[in-house]
């Protein structure tokens, strides 16, 4: 099966300043890498969770794959054909679709819901004999009540309106859904109902979903398959099951210890990594996480290590993996328990 | 000075032109020094009213039943002045997002030297001595360069760490901490709780800490209270809260978080239904709508306090003791 979405390479470059700056000094100026050498695949059906924390850019990478924001370098190839001119995007826009983080930011305040649930159709010049109806259609798939379509957004709870932007994204029938932060300022008795509408509707339709998150504890539930970002760069992917089991980057290992447990008699022990993450306008030489590893040693100061597979489906970017029983993973909780000896 | 803090009957109504929003109502709790006590709930079930009734800062419009009595003097009763003279003597607030709290134009020192005013015995260059000192105990290396940043040169965890530090230098009896970590990345939060963790060891008096989070108030707190829909559901230890929890609400709520569950669910767990409209709160118990356990009475009859053990209580019918 080849895959649904596939990315190779690619690199999201910021300039630092802004135009004044550039119009008045006459030196180009550097530049910064935000995404950094992403090779990443979705096969069809597949969902993929994108982890990491703010300024990881994974927020950036899914605007990117979408062409809300301009790659520098690399291909993103969808359903078997390179995307690169504005009208490719647009074609493949038409059969991807992206729910955006504020769900209430996301829907113009003055439009009632049902304009706004046919808003896709008409902007990509589909037919549509019954608006009304086809906006009513939508929000029994989601499982709101038709009187919503003359609703405005803000009528709506955290919950009803990240349902709309669902609906919403599935109003094209997309084979690609990008979901950036789904559940984010939603209660966890309510997030549940937002990521089992996905999972019900995903069945249902059979789109692809990657989902960005900085939410561990909820996508191992919900995703397939995981890529861990640091600095924009993937530092681990493989699927979600043994990622959490056996965690390779120390970073993957970081995060997953750092969740707090909500059992009292687990406390956490204290946290095996300090600091926070720097800058990638000031990136760390040779490994990027080597200012905050605690198994780091002289080589990863100096030399970047290699994206490399390790054993099936697996690739992480780290000289000194924590494989399964080797000195590595002591090391670490080694690392950690001298943390908590602290 | 630290002393006991203790909330009886407390009910708080908004007024506003749709009508009395009863915010919060018949609440009892009470905390003593060296305590960690969390409030735990979801949006809407007033936890952000009683933390912000405890700190005397509700808007004008907001009416007060019951009283709150902080080392003997009821706080409710206090006229204005004397309120806002025990605010920052004796209650600090750290909050959600410490950007707001800050001045954006002053350097942190400035206003760490500001939060020691009452410290009339103290010289500009002793307060800059104690904030260098408080600033390294929190965790910020360089502390003197950083005294001379603005707070938009923080990042988000040092400025925690740095509010941190200015709610201790008050050296406040009650400490608040509203969602503390809420805004903060993971490896961030881990480090803030280790933080206070340490920090409880050598604090005399109360500290509360308010949260949406059930890790974050396993890891952290002595004692629980759990609201629901402006009403404290369940209170006791938080082993009993977490491992022993009686009120359908608590445990629903602790069955939704899916850092319980390490296999994958193909469903996550949910609370079906809504939260009551808080203007006409219904007249038997606010969980009952969504309660899986309602009978009989849960529709008609507000339910008691039942006593569970010395310090565990939940409000509900279906609760023997």
Known sequence: MSPLLAIDDLSVTFARSGLLSRLINPFPLPSFNVIDGVTLSLMPGETLGLVGESGSGKTTLARTIL????????????????????????AMRRRSAMMF??????????????????????????????????????????????????????????????????????????????????????????QGDVLNLIGELKRELGFAAMIVTHNLA???????????????????????????????????????????????????????????IPSVFRRPSGCEFHTRCPIARDRC?????????????????????????????EAFSRASANQRGN | MSGSLTASDLSVRYE?????????????????????????????????????????????NARIDGSISYNGVDLAKLDAHHQRLLRGDEIALVSQDPMTAFNPVLTIGDQLVDFQHHRKDLGRAQKRARIAAMLG???????????????????????????????????????????????????MEAQIIH??????????????????????????????????????????????????????????LLACDPARFHERLDRLPTIPGSLPNLTQPPSGC??????????????SVAPPQVKLSASHMARCHAVAP
């Open chain 1, 67 to 90: 062409g809300l924001v301009r790659a520098a370098a690399g291909r993103i190839v969808f359903e078997g054909r390179e995307v690169q001119t504005p009208a490719d995007f647009r």
């Open chain 1, 101 to 190: 983080q504020d769900p209430v930011a996301s829907l113009s305040p003055r439009l009632r819901i049902g304009t706004l649930l046919t808003e896709p159709q008409i902007i990509q010049g589909l037919p549509m004999p019954d608006r009304r109806a086809a906006a009513k259609a939508l929000l029994a798939l989601v499982g709101l009540p038709a009187s919503f379509v003359d609703r405005f957004p803000h009528e709506l709870s955290g919950g009803q309106a990240r349902r709309v932007g669902v609906a919403r994204a599935l109003a094209m029938k997309p084979h690609l859904l990008l979901a950036d932060e789904p559940t984010a300022g939603l209660d966890v008795s309510v």
């Open chain 2, 195 to 252: 933080l206070l963790r340490e920090l409880r060891r050598e604090y005399n008096g109360i500290i509360i800490v308010v949260s949406h989070h059930l890790g974050v108030i396993a890891e952290l707190c002595d004692r629980v209270y759990v609201m629901y829909a402006g009403e404290v559901v369940e209170g006791g230890e938080v082993d009993a809260i977490f491992h022993d929890a009686r009120h359908p609400y608590t445990q629903a």
């Open chain 2, 16 to 60: 506003t032109p749709h009508g009395s929003v009863h915010a919060l109502r018949h609440v009892d709790i009470e905390a003593h020094p060296g305590e960690v006590i969390g409030i735990v709930g979801e949006s809407g079930c007033g936890k952000s009213t009683l933390v912000t009734a405890l700190a005397n800062l509700l808007p004008a």
């Open chain 2, 137 to 187: 105990r929190v965790g910020i290396a360089d502390a003197e360069r950083r005294m001379d940043c603005y707070p938009h040169e923080l990042s988000g965890g040092m400025r925690q760490r740095v509010a941190i530090a200015a709610a201790l230098l008050t050296d406040s009896g009650l400490l608040i901490a509203d969602e503390p970590t809420t805004a903060l990345d993971v490896t």
């Open chain 1, 218 to 276: 909820m996508i191992r539930h919900v995703s397939d398959r995981l890529a861990i970002m640091y600095l924009g760069r993937l530092v681990e992917t493989g699927p979600t099951q043994d990622v959490f089991s056996a965690p390779m980057h120390p970073y993957t290992a970081t995060l997953i210890q750092s969740e707090p447990i909500p059992d009292p008699r687990r406390r956490s022990q204290n946290p095996a990594v300090t600091g926070e």
């Open chain 2, 286 to 299: 606010v969980y009952a709508p969504r309660c899986d356990r309602a009978f009989a009475p849960c529709g």
């Open chain 1, 301 to 329: 100061k100096t030399e970047a290590p290699a994206y490399r597979p390790m054993g099936a489906d697996r690739m992480v970017r780290c000289h000194f993996p924590l494989e399964t029983g080797g000195q590595e993973r």
